[in-house]
């Protein structure tokens, strides 16, 4: 592996992207639907996995699903803050229908990014992220009052990680199981963290969830600590210093991004 190809900070590239693509169909689009969250964690543990599999890594090879799984997350921050507002009189029919009509910009935006990884790749790429948007609709489908702040973070957070570790992966060239072991890598990794930030920042992600203090933390420290064992168990099949960043940036504090 060409060691040094890859830098290990993508977000002002991903956050320009991010920002070309709307600014291109700006005409169309409501005003509200420009990228509000403040880190692109997702997008970089996506670039993260993909360079620590590749034979000869470049971002620009990646870059791309980066930006769509960050448009995913958008949706997904949008759509919840929408569910944890549908009883406020103050969020007046316009403004509902201008952050449905956003959400449904971001999330076919996720899918025509996609268009541009590697023939080859990009049909197993788009099935890995239709499986975690369906598990993450599913989710905001259900009644939050009867779900736990576990089960909805390994169902949005953990669901949305897991794609974006196996998406880098997949553009990577790697083999199925290999695949799938940077997934679970990226799901545990993920959900560890939304717990933890949850309760560092009292955040409910906009839904109506039940959230047991000690046992959220406890379940937190518990994904973050079998997301390490994985990843050391992946040092002969990865070059494991490219995905450290992404555990790293967990340890600098949370910011106000959720998932």
């Known amino acids: 592996m060409a060691e040094g190809r890859v830098p290990t900070d993508h977000g002002a590239e991903i956050e320009r992207r991010l920002a070309d693509l709307v600014a291109a169909h700006d005409d169309h689009l409501p005003s509200r639907v420009s990228p509000v969250l403040d880190d692109r964690w ?3 543990l996506l670039v993260g996995s993909y360079a620590s599999v590749a034979d ?5 090879t990646a870059l791309s699903g980066a930006v769509a799984v960050e448009l995913l997350r958008e949706y997904c921050h949008r759509r919840g803050n929408l569910l944890g507002h549908l009883s406020d009189d103050d969020l007046g029919a316009g403004e509902r229908t201008a952050s449905l009509l956003a959400g449904d910009f971001l999330f076919s935006a996720a899918y025509s990014e996609l268009l541009a990884v590697e023939d080859s790749r990009c049909r197993d790429c788009v ?3 239709l499986d975690a948007s369906k598990r993450i609709v599913e989710t905001f489908a259900d009644d939050a009052t009867a779900q736990s702040a576990r089960s909805v973070i390994e169902d949005t957070a953990g669901a949305l990680g897991g794609s974006a570790a196996a998406v880098g992966a997949t553009i990577g060239g790697i083999d199925d199981r290999s695949r799938d072991r940077l997934e679970a890598l990226g799901r545990n990794l993920a959900a560890g963290r939304a717990a933890r930030w949850t ?3 009292d955040a409910d992600c906009g839904l109506a969830w039940h959230v047991d203090h000690h046992g959220l933390a406890r379940y937190a420290e ?3 600590a ?3 064992r994985q990843c050391r168990a992946l040092a002969p099949l990865a070059e494991t210093a490219r995905l450290r960043p992404s555990f790293e940036a967990i340890e600098d504090g949370p910011t106000r991004t959720r998932p």
């Open 42 to 44: 997702y997008g970089e």
């Open 222 to 224: 518990e994904r973050l």
């Open 226 to 228: 079998l997301a390490d």
């Open 199 to 201: 309760l560092a920042l």
């Open 56 to 60: 000869e890594p470049t971002a620009e």
């Open 127 to 129: 099935e890995t992220m």
